[in-house]
């Protein structure tokens, strides 16, 4: 792994919130404030949990297109990660992901409510911090 890599996966392990983009139907951007991703793959592949009936899994249905964010407001420290966003709804994965705090959210539980994942992959992005920029792929 590279030092890019291996810094943005230092900032994203210590946020507790991160943030994520879509397209909306007039192509304009939609920005949302998330908790941390339930799981990831490096930098390469995240998934958070959501409601089915939410705006953001509408709008990743009709463009995969995604963005995500992840910042340390205190440092000034951010990378954003451009890819494709992917709503799961199969039982199987949605088992494996499924935590008991979750319950709080989704009354029916994994299989009987509105809970539903997203699955960003990632193709590259930009890193900030200490005053420089950087653009890196992700492979």
């Known amino acids: 792994m590279n030092t890019t890599a291996l810094k943005i996966e230092q900032l994203i392990k210590n946020q507790s919130v991160s943030y994520i983009s879509s397209v909306d139907s007039e192509g304009f951007p939609n920005t949302k404030a998330m908790l941390a991703p339930v799981k990831r793959d490096g930098i390469k592949t995240f998934f958070w949990h959501t409601n089915s009936?939410?705006?953001?899994v509408?709008?990743?249905?009709e463009n995969p297109k995604a963005c995500v964010y992840f910042c340390n407001p205190q440092s000034f420290v951010g990378?954003?990660?451009?890819g494709t966003m992917e709503v799961i709804d199969d039982p199987e994965t949605k088992l494996a992901m499924w935590q008991d705090g979750f319950s709080m959210y989704y009354t029916g539980g994994a299989l009987g409510g509105d809970f539903i994942l997203l699955k960003f992959t990632a193709t590259g992005g930009r890193v900030y911090g200490n005053f420089s920029s950087e653009?890196?792929?992700v492979e």
Do not use: P, V
């Open 58 to 61: 509408k709008q990743f249905r």
């Open 135 to 137: 653009s890196f792929k």
């Open 79 to 82: 990378a954003m990660l451009k």
């Open 53 to 56: 009936g939410s705006l953001r």
